[in-house]
């Protein structure tokens, strides 16, 4: 039996006499004990005074850079997980959703960390606001990581996927985490949690593990911290009632159960790809761990038509799932989590079975196992509801297990009508080939739904299925489903940070977000930037070009060179005519080609390549005659492999009166030697 230890203020605490047992989904035997009565208050103290200061003198990069080492480190040891993930009942599939699901999450984060995160300590929110006419005093919102602690509180369906996707934005973002994992999976959640702390890849008092109960942590949270909560709605609610953190305003964050839906559009025919990949993704997600995924789906609405046929076609799906020990290969459907699960579901399902009726109820006697009655095995099973408009309890109670209920609808205003029924979900998927059923669906049930995942024939190769909530997107929903929003790429971090509006001059703002903006002081190079490597050249940095006269000539010969002849830069008449231009003008790439000319320093030197051009917009037109002049100044600087980093400029264009006539940002990679 494993002995599962909390641990706390840096060092690991065995199980003491208020350890509780977990037992396998499978035999009922117990596998694993843990729980400890802990000092949370010196949890707590560890976190604030240790794990968040190490963590906060790492940059953005340097968190990421760890993540990156931590997912590939438990990437290395998973197979330790696969072993232990049957225990839950879940098959190997099942696990591939929670482990490698879990630890690709991490990865993504640690992509996005580099990519969309300032190598610095202060993440931009947005772009600059001009407060005033003259340009002296801007506003820029930025984002800190918070000081305190994140409480992360997971469900017990995915142990390690919980835990990873509320880690890797957490630790991004600079603050440290308490983790307590539901007790019933906890042994999964404790081995992934060891590896991360045997990898020596965390600062000391990054992460913490609480296994049982969470004693008075949340009567000591304060304004600097956060609550991390996935789980049923009543325990969120009970939670998120806790006097101490309305007080003292700590943030909530709420992941709850959700009654999730799939709409068949009214397009949809028998014979239509779209037809069988409903019926898929229905039994598939009903199935999928044994139906105990927040996002599975639990309401099928389908046009009236359709309800026999779709029916069937569930059914015959369901009634092929080979249900069974999750260790047998040809298992498709393991146990429920526990016997006290199972039974939960039995009940949910009892309380609204008046308003239901059975379409398809798996048989008990075809369960593959040793000892099928010693585990928490229960067959899928598919009912009806003939009139969705007047029940009830079928769009309240969530029985989290194997088991979904049709509905009819008349068109789609009253498809969309049952959707939103739910009172808020994780998710609802439509399938259908028509872009105004997509459109309308959208539309009329975007408010009550965290996601809409639209399927048909031409992205059901590709698509990563009704419930897979995915690191880039936003997982969440309003109102039932708990109004959070995790992940979403850089939106999941946002949790763990404070926004501030900072405003000031631009030589504030500048120091302040360690880039240069318009208005801020220009520092000469000693030579050309262009021939100075990545740390030589200093933000700020700036070049005033020689002039150039653009001709006639010029304009015509560009236009037969590149094949460009639009009326505005060959015909004056009909160019004079347009509001925008005097008469014929340069081609705004022209500008830019002649741009390139003037600032460019030609000989081999530091700058590696030009990777493209960001914001460029033309703002006055530039007839024949007019003198172009360009000013470039090093804006921002980011490391990117150990040989090269890139270089963004901005630069402006002028004309012989000093206006400016286009603006962007120009990408370079600079070498850091020479
Ligand atoms: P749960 O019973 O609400 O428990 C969730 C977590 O809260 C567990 O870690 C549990 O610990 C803890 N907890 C319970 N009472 C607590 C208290 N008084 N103080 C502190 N912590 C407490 O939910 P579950 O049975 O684990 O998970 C199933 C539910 O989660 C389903 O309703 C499902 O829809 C939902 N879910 C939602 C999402 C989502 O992302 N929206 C994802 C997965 C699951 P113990 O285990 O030790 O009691």
């Known amino acids: 039996m494993l002995q599962l230890g909390a641990y706390a203020a840096g060092r690991w605490i065995d199980p003491d006499d208020s350890a509780r047992n977990m037992h396998s ?32 003198a790492m940059d953005f990069h340097q968190r990421a ?50 990519r969309d995160m300032p190598e610095g300590q202060i993440h931009l929110d947005g772009d600059l606001e001009q407060l005033s006419r003259g340009g002296t005093f801007l506003g820029q919102h930025v984002a800190v990581p918070l000081h305190g602690v994140a409480v992360h509180i997971n469900a017990f369906n995915f142990p390690v996927w919980g835990m990873l996707e509320k880690l890797a934005p957490t630790l991004l973002a600079g603050v440290p985490a308490i983790v307590k994992p539901a007790t019933a999976t906890a042994y999964l959640a404790h081995a992934a949690f060891r590896m991360m702390i045997d990898s020596g890849l965390l600062p000391d008092g990054a992460v913490q593990l609480v296994i049982g109960s969470t004693g008075d942590l949340l009567d000591r949270l304060g304004p600097q911290d956060v609550v991390s909560f996935t789980g049923s709605a009543d325990t969120a609610f ?22 999730n839906c799939s709409i068949l559009g009214p397009d949809v025919t028998h014979d239509a790809p779209e037809f069988d990949l409903f019926v898929k993704e229905v039994a598939r997600e009903m199935t999928a761990k044994a139906g105990q995924k ?71 006697l075809t369960i593959e196992a040793e000892a099928p009655e010693a585990g928490a095995f229960l067959p899928p099973s598919l009912y009806r509801c003939a009139d969705p408009d007047a029940a009830t309890r079928v769009h309240e109670i969530e029985a989290f297990g194997p088991a979904a209920t049709l509905m009819p609808y008349r068109d789609l205003a009253h498809a969309a009508q049952i959707a939103n029924r739910g009172g808020g979900s994780l998710v609802a998927s439509v399938i259908t080939h028509d872009t105004d059923v997509a459109r309308s669906i959208v539309q009329h049930s975007g408010p009550w739904h965290g996601r809409i995942y639209i ?25 039932r489903a708990g109004g959070g929003e995790e992940m979403g790429g850089i939106r999941g971090v946002m949790h763990y940070m404070q926004r501030v509006a900072v405003q000031g001059s631009p030589r504030m703002i500048s120091a302040v977000i360690g880039q240069w903006v318009t208005g801020a002081p220009e520092i000469d190079p000693p030579t050309h930037p262009f021939q100075l490597t990545f740390d030589e050249i200093e933000i700020g940095h700036t070049i005033n070009t020689d002039k150039r006269i653009i001709t006639l000539d010029d304009i015509e010969h560009f236009a037969r060179f590149t094949g460009d002849t639009f009326y505005a830069h060959m015909d004056e008449a009909a160019a004079a005519a347009n509001p925008f231009f005097p008469g014929r003008v340069a081609h705004g790439y022209l500008l830019l080609s002649f741009a390139a000319g003037l600032f460019v320093q030609p000989d081999p030197g530091p700058v590696l390549a030009n990777t493209g051009l960001n914001a460029l917009s033309f703002q006055k037109p530039v007839s024949p005659g007019d003198a172009l002049w360009v000013r470039l100044t090093a804006r921002r600087k980011t490391r990117r492999t150990e040989a090269y980093g890139e270089v963004r400029w901005n630069a402006t264009l002028y004309n012989q009166n000093d206006e400016q006539v286009a603006e962007y940002e120009l990408l370079t990679m600079v070498a850091y030697s020479r």
């Open 25 to 56: 989904a499978v035999t009922g035997a117990v596998v694993a004990r843990g729980g400890a009565r802990l000092d949370m208050g010196e949890m707590i103290d560890h976190a604030v005074t240790v794990g968040g200061p190490a963590l906060r």
């Open 65 to 114: 850079r760890m993540l990156k080492a931590l997912a590939q480190y438990l990437d290395g040891r998973k197979e330790e997980l696969y072993a232990l993930n049957p225990l839950s009942g879940a098959t190997r599939a099942d696990g591939w959703i929670d482990i490698d699901g879990g630890i690709g999450t991490m990865f993504v984060f640690a992509s996005k960390g580099r």
């Open 238 to 259: 009970l939670l998120r009632s806790n006097p101490s953190l309305l007080r003292r305003g700590t943030r909530f964050i709420a992941e709850q159960d959700s009654l």
């Open 294 to 364: 927040c996002t599975a789906i639990r309401r099928i609405i389908v046009p009236r038509a359709m309800l026999d046929p779709v029916g069937d076609a569930i059914a015959a799906r369901l009634a092929q799932t080979r249900i069974g020990d999750p260790v047998l290969e040809t298992t498709r459907m393991g146990a429920l989590v526990s016997k006290a699960q199972k039974a939960d579901v039995s009940e949910k399902l009892a309380a609204f079975a008046g308003e239901v009726q059975p379409v398809f109820i798996g048989d008990t």
């Open 455 to 479: 399927n048909d024939r031409d992205s059901m190769g590709e698509a990563t299925g009704h419930g897979s909530p995915l690191p880039h997107m936003t997982h969440g929903g309003p109102g």
